[in-house]
């Protein structure tokens, strides 16, 4: 999804409409150092900014300003004409005040802890935080406007005349320049939508009713607007941790703030009918997760009035270059004040210097008719499974007119007009393609209601098959389809055999969710790779076509599976599921065995029919889209999962009778400024006399890449049981313990550790069925249950910010009967985009 985002935002622009004012420079000292957050401001009002790091600032304002203030405690206050509406690359220079020297002594980088009049204000801020705003009704509702906007920035003439753009100048014809940044863009995507929010705070429960949505044209654009929205969480500024894109900012407003951030009291001023007062805040350190920003504070209530936060440079944060957020608050009372409008602007870039090319993404939220304690009835905030009107997404521009709380500019009228004809342009239409197959992996067919892929599944190996080709599509009509059929067709050249692999699916019901699905496979397939079955029909492990592997990969199986099921999701995020599948078992090497004993004599290949019965719980997952496939829009939502299966030898001439009963718990923990934390617990037990093929195999990893939820250093079919209990946790400290070392704190490192172990059990009757003498090939069957098995990591992550390394361990059963050659250290790896 992120590559198709980037890939896609580069192709579309257009805007227009110019500001009043614009000024742009730097603040240096006598010593022509630059200064650090100092305060710039248009002198008579509260729009205002500070200086970054480098002394550098952009101020844009929509009114006509004549005098420009800069200033900073400690050093004498310049108030400076502007005789121009725009000014560009000023430069100033800020003299120590000596005459202040003797009441205040207050200098550039760490301020002083005591003694500081900011601090005061700021423990007055903690004392009065109480449950405030919104908690202080039983019942609340309220007006929301969204916008998401997304800019192509940095335009120059180089941009304008590549070949990447030629055929479709017409979208230079006019740019705009960001009030943050100062930076030329072009408006390349815009969604609006209005929406009633009802809260109930007895219950605890909240819903949101969508209006109205409007945006720019693509039939794909909620992919962006997930994508934004994932990204864009909301957040209460008076939090310890503020969370964005997947990682934890501490807040100013905090309550470790003072061991984190420098305050300085700058200002004070009325705001409204309101005296408030004016704190600079910027970061102790470099390469943590902090904003730089300032913050005015009403007096005796001590309730923010307005905030703006802005990351630091040196954060550990990839592919982001700057994110700044403004929140104004409306103070209604001693005890009560609102948010009314909230914007988050964000530079995505591959990397953060100042002239390189990126995204704006922008979100603009306005929040107006506040009403409280109307209660209704806890049914009304139950939350459909399906609540999908096409009126909502049709609306006319008098809806519009009537609802938008803030009114669109000229460009940003312009962006829906232009995109109409942008869609026009053939080679635009083939950017875009481009951008859907890196994204799918699919190659879309415009003529015909198919797709073939996916792409990246075209070629594997392994010692079975050798080189494996594989060919493959899907119907599709659009995201939305109500039925869609997959397949495969693949080859091995050392095996010299065709496999294949056809499914469908049919939504029935859109509002329990109601589907049928079906299909059938003949493959080669890594049994054990995971715990629990996949109920993917088409579904093939890693592990089986990893072209390098740590020792044989050999140990692999012939399945011909035949599945037909139903599922619902009757309440949101809870989904019920019945199947039943047909499955032949039998080796695909000669190396490796799967006979067993039967009453008369030794069978190598397994018939089984099995019945499963599973349900899956997602609580806060957030899903788009109305068809028989859904993308999940967030990724920050634990998974619950219960299955019990029934294997019986009267259907189907099946060999084996047998229950099975599992369960996992996967959960993602936010450790506020120390990261995050991935947890899996996992337990099963069969009931019944089962041979290999069918016994739970601990999923082992003989490939070179880290994967989530194997044990690193077992191989395949090293430990096996019929009950087990394992766990997996991992914690990523992004970057905190590096930031602290001089010199790894440039390399923006993370550090990674990671527990996994597991303990289980084998009846004497399962090892004896598959103990079969006469065969060489006959695995010696072993289960962790003198102690549990572990295994430990320690990573990096953050490499050239795609690569991560790990380096396990393993922690016990060293000298393993069967494998007296146990892997005691192994180092593996991952590639991929993250924040």
Not at 417 to 440: E, P, Q, W
Not at 476 to 498: H, M, S, T, V
Not at 801 to 829: L, S
């Amino acid at each position: 999804m992120k590559l198709r985002l980037t890939i896609a935002l580069f192709i579309l622009g257009l805007c227009s409409a110019f500001a009043q004012t614009k000024v742009s420079g730097y603040v240096f000292d006598e010593f022509n150092e630059p200064v650090s957050f100092a305060n710039v401001i248009f002198k008579g009002s509260t729009e205002g900014t500070i200086t970054n790091e480098n002394g550098k600032f952009y101020l844009e304002s929509g009114e006509t300003w004549n005098v420009l203030t800069v200033s900073f405690i400690g050093y004498e206050t310049l108030n400076i004409p502007l005789e121009k509406k725009v000014n560009y690359n000023l430069k100033f220079t800020l003299k120590e005040a000596t005459a202040q020297l003797d009441a205040v002594v207050i200098v550039s980088g760490k301020q002083s802890k005591k003694n500081n009049p900011a601090i005061d204000l700021l423990r007055k801020i903690w004392a009065n935080k109480r449950s405030n705003g919104l908690k202080q009704f039983k019942q609340y509702e309220y007006d929301k406007y969204e916008k998401v906007e997304f800019d192509l920035n940095t335009i120059d003439s180089a941009l304008i005349k590549s070949k990447l753009f030629k055929g479709m100048e017409f979208i230079f014809e006019e740019v705009d320049t960001s009030s943050i940044t100062g930076k030329t863009y072009l408006p390349i995507f815009i969604n609006e939508a209005v929406s009633k929010v009802y809260g109930d705070n007895v219950i605890n429960k909240t819903k949101e009713d969508l209006l109205g949505n409007k945006n720019s044209g693509f039939s794909d654009n909620q992919i962006i607007i997930d994508f934004v929205d994932d990204l864009y969480t909301d957040f209460n500024v008076y939090d310890n941790y503020l969370k964005f894109f997947d990682k934890s900012f501490v807040s100013p407003l905090s309550k470790t703030g003072i061991s984190t951030y420098n305050y300085v009291l700058s200002d004070s001023t009325f705001i409204g009918d309101k005296w408030c007062y004016n704190i600079i805040y910027y970061p102790r350190r470099k390469n943590e997760l902090t904003f730089k920003g300032d913050f005015w504070v009403a007096d005796t209530t001590y309730a923010i009035k307005e905030i703006n936060l802005q990351a630091s440079k040196s954060a550990n944060i990839n592919w982001v270059k700057e994110i700044y957020i403004e929140q104004e608050f409306e103070v209604l009372n001693d005890s009560l004040f609102l948010v009314t409008r909230d914007y988050m602007l964000s530079d995505f870039a591959f990397n953060k210097k100042e002239k390189s090319r990126g995204v704006y993404g922008k979100r603009t939220t306005l929040y107006n008719n506040y009403k409280f304690d109307i209660e209704k009835d806890k049914k009304f905030y139950e939350k459909d499974v399906y609540n999908y009107d096409k009126d909502i997404y049709n609306r006319g521009e008098e809806f519009w007119d009537d609802n938008r709380l803030e009114k669109l500019n000229k460009d940003e009228k312009g962006v829906y007009k232009m995109l109409d004809t942008l869609k026009t342009v053939k080679k635009f239409k083939r950017l875009y393609n481009l951008g859907s197959i890196l994204a799918s992996g699919y190659i879309e067919f415009n003529t015909l209601p198919l797709d073939y892929g996916p792409v990246f599944s075209t070629f594997g190996y392994n010692e079975v098959e050798g080189i494996r080709l594989r060919t493959g599509g899907r119907t599709y009509f659009g995201p939305n389809d109500l039925w869609r059929i997959e397949g495969f067709l693949a080859y091995g050249f050392q095996d010299d055999k065709f496999k294949y692999g056809i499914s469908g699916k049919w939504l029935l019901n859109k509002k329990s969710r109601l589907i049928i699905s079906g299909g059938k496979r003949r493959d080669v397939e890594q049994i054990g790779a995971s715990l629990t079955t996949s109920t993917d029909v088409l579904g093939r492990s890693l592990a089986s076509s990893s072209v390098v592997s740590t020792g044989a990969n050999d140990k692999l199986t012939n399945i011909n599976l035949t599945s037909l099921a139903i599922e619902a999701e009757p309440w949101q995020n809870v989904i019920f599921r019945l199947g039943g599948n047909y499955r032949t078992l039998e080796s695909a090497s000669p190396t490796f065995s799967l006979d067993y004993n039967t009453p008369t004599g030794i069978a190598s290949e397994i018939k089984q029919y099995e019945t499963n019965l599973s349900v899956s719980y997602f609580p806060r997952r957030k899903m788009t889209g109305f068809g028989v496939e859904r993308r999940v829009a967030n990724d920050y939502f634990a998974h619950l999962f219960t299955q019990v299966t029934r294997g019986d030898k009267s259907i189907l001439n099946s060999d084996f009778d047998y229950t099975k009963v599992q369960f996992s718990y996967t959960q993602p923990w936010q450790m506020g400024g120390f990261g995050r934390l991935y947890t899996t617990i996992e337990a099963g037990k069969t009931f019944g006399e089962l041979p290999l093929g069918l016994l739970s195999v601990i999923p082992g990893n003989q490939t070179y890449f880290s994967i989530y939820n194997t044990f690193s250093q077992l191989d395949y079919y090293e430990f096996v049981s019929d009950t087990y209990a394992s766990f997996h946790f991992e914690h990523n400290f992004n970057g905190r313990l590096f930031s602290r070392i001089p010199f790894l704190r440039k390399l923006n490192l993370r550090e990674i550790v990671s527990v996994r172990g597991v303990l289980g059990s084998l009846s004497e009757e399962n090892i004896a069925l598959s103990n079969v003498a006469s065969n060489p090939n006959n695995l010696q069957l072993i289960a962790p249950s003198n102690e549990p098995y572990y295994e430990y990591s320690l990573g990096i992550g953050n490499i050239f910010k795609v690569f991560r390394i790990d380096f396990n361990f393993r922690g016990n059963y060293k000298d393993n009967i069967q494998y007296p050659n146990a892997r005691k250290f192994g180092v593996t790896g991952s590639f991929g985009f993250y924040f």
